[in-house]
């Protein structure tokens, strides 16, 4: 059930007032939602996440108006993405403002913001002013993308957080991350907002999608993270044959022509559709974590599109197998 009441924004807006944490919709992910300017409730993100402090955070904001808040300065480029993307799936890392606490950026001079594309959100946003919110799970696991794998990541009330029921998240995937520090705009995270789009805009930009081990300039570099439980192990449908037994599991974009043996296979999209990939992918890796395998098997993606933001995540996502 959606929970849209009026008493729900004004529980939400309740809990934030007194330094607590709410769990938000957005179209990407459900977040672990604090007030941005408050310090100790940010902390308390971290340790409830058990989230690393040299690893950022994303300001949400209800509008681009309130930018200044946030951002001590405001590149031209700012404006065009915001028209084209805003509200919607993009992170802009910006210099940061002063009133923003340091724990925030991880003691950065930077800080990531965005505008989501989510009614009750936007509508608790503009009550509340900016929050301060990562993905809603234990730091690492795959984000969650229904309130039913918030609660089952953080747990159910009163020990979990109050969670604003929003439906499920309509994108699916983390947004895009783009720093606009430098004279040239650097892709951080690839998203819900694809290179081609950024390009259409801005014209070139730079890739800077590497693992850190360390100080990453925005959230989702680290070289392990959205991990399930299960193992991941990256496969060629040449190997398929061969990984197959009613103990693993099999992730693909669309079924192959011999699925035998697998013991749960999960086909991303049927007609080989990106988007629809993309909104399916996180609750997938649930189901299968939550199957018992032994393994989950994944298929390649193309990288071209959102199958870029798909690779990364998988790529991510194997690397505590290959490291293990």
């Known amino acids: ?35 941005a300017f408050d310090a100790r409730a940010v902390a308390s993100i971290f340790e409830r996440k ?3 402090r040299f690893d950022p ?8 108006g309130e930018l200044g808040r946030v951002a001590r300065s405001r590149p031209a480029a700012v404006d065009l993405l915001a028209d084209r993307f805003w509200p919607g799936p993009l992170t802009l890392v910006l ?28 509508e608790l946003l503009s009550a509340v002013g900016p929050l301060a919110a990562p993905s809603a799970n234990r730091f690492g696991r795959v984000s969650p993308t229904t309130v039913e794998h918030v609660r089952a990541e953080l747990g159910e009330e009163p020990e979990g957080p109050f969670v604003l029921d929003g439906g499920p998240c309509r994108t699916g995937l983390e947004s895009t991350v783009l720093s606009l520090l430098d004279d040239r705009p650097r892709l951080l995270r690839p998203g ?4 081609e789009e950024l390009e259409a805009v801005l014209g070139p930009v730079e890739s800077g999608v590497t693992p850190a081990t360390e100080a990453p300039e925005s959230p989702g570099q680290l070289a392990s993270h959205y991990a399930p439980r299960t193992p991941i192990v990256p496969v060629t449908e040449a190997e398929l044959a061969g990984r197959a037994r009613p103990e693993a599991g099999l992730l693909c974009l669309r079924r192959p022509p011999s699925v035998e043996g697998w013991g749960v296979v999960e086909e991303l999209s049927a007609t080989g559709d990106l988007v629809e990939a993309a909104s399916r992918l996180f609750a997938a890796l649930h189901r299968l974590d939550a199957s018992g395998l032994m393994e989950i098997a994944v298929l390649p993606v193309p990288e071209e599109g959102l199958g870029r933001a798909i690779a990364d995540r998988l790529r991510r996502a194997a690397v505590r197998t290959r490291t293990s």
Do not use: F, Q
Not at 57 to 64: D, G, R, S, Y
């Open 50 to 52: 058990g989230r690393p």
């Open 95 to 122: 210099p940061k403002a002063e009133e923003v606490p340091a724990l925030v950026s991880a003691g950065l001079d930077s800080v990531g913001v965005r505008v989501p594309d989510h009614p009750l959100t936007r």
């Open 57 to 64: 955070l994303i300001v949400h904001v209800a509008e681009v």
């Open 192 to 195: 819900g907002v694809t290179l």
């Open 1 to 35: 059930m959606v929970s849209t009441t009026k008493e729900d924004l004004a529980r939400a807006r309740a809990i934030l007032d007194e330094g607590g944490l709410v769990a938000i919709p957005t179209e990407t992910v459900y977040g672990l939602a604090a007030r």
